[in-house]
T-cell receptor, first 112, second 114 residues
Framework: QKEVEQDPGPLSVPEGAIVSLNCTYS??????FMWYRQYSRKGPELLMY????GNKEDGRFTAQVDKSSKYISLFIRDSQPSDSATYLC????????????FGAGTRLFVKA | EPEVTQTPSHQVTQMGQEVILRCVPI?????FYWYRQILGQKVEFLVS????????KSEIFDDQFSVERPDGSNFTLKIRSTKLEDSAMYFC????????????FGPGTRLTVT
């Protein structure tokens, strides 16, 4: 079983839709959960991070972590064509060196 | 807005040659990282570095890899004897001490080994 699993998509939605992106993981030691956005041929850009379980909201973005199910989600409200990118989940245990494990990324297309 | 920069943007090298990839992290950041992304695959952690020492490294980071902070601004990744399978995008990232999960990535160096 992979440490982090993420459906690569692609996911295509109309402008204004609510987007739901998800990852599952197997390592119960993970405590830090991040979502990155990556445009083509660019470096990942941190969108949101959460420590342990719970929800976090930032503008149109909401991150959820359910440690009991080993499942994390990112919701994008009122999606825009500019949200079209690859979304990477990432997570890390509290090991000092902060080795971060990434999911494969979900490619999102928001159609105008 | 401060950003991580990387040079060169694209490096072509022959198998067996040594390459050095360079990064300038954000100036007040103290933790530094290298990742790689083989085309079409996921981003993979290589190494983290703090206080002039490796903090953690992955199984990928074997003896052919080394990192160095030669001065107060640069952070380098050296690959001693490149292999075809080292062809990838290499990303440098940095973070401030107390928010290591808040890593800021550079634009990457595309390494092509022929």
């Amino acid at each position: 079983q992979k440490e982090v699993e993420q459906d690569p998509g692609p996911l295509s939605v109309p402008e204004g839709a609510i987007v739901s992106l998800n990852c599952t993981y197997s390592n119960s030691a993970f405590q830090y959960f991040m979502w990155y956005r990556q445009y083509s041929r660019k470096g990942p850009e941190l969108l949101m991070y959460t420590y342990s379980s719970g929800n976090k909201e930032d503008g149109r973005f909401t991150a959820q972590v359910d440690k009991s199910s080993k499942y994390i989600s990112l919701f994008i409200r009122d999606s825009q064509p500019s949200d079209s990118a690859t979304y990477l989940c990432a997570m890390s245990a509290d090991t000092g060196g902060f080795k971060t494990i990434f999911g494969a990324g979900t490619r999102l297309f928001v159609k105008a | 807005e401060p950003e991580v920069t990387q040079t060169p943007s694209h490096q072509v090298t022959q198998m067996g040659q040594e390459v050095i990839l360079r990064c300038v992290p954000i100036s007040n950041h103290l933790y530094f990282y290298w990742y790689r992304q083989i085309l079409g695959q996921k981003v993979e952690f290589l190494v983290s570095f703090y206080n002039n020492e490796i903090s953690e490294k992955s199984e990928i980071f074997d003896d052919q890899f080394s990192v160095e902070r030669p001065d107060g601004s640069n952070f380098t990744l050296k690959i001693r004897s490149t292999k075809l399978e080292d062809s990838a995008m290499y990303f440098c990232a940095s973070s401030y001490v107390e928010g290591s999960y808040e890593q800021y990535f550079g634009p990457g160096t595309r390494l092509t080994v022929t």
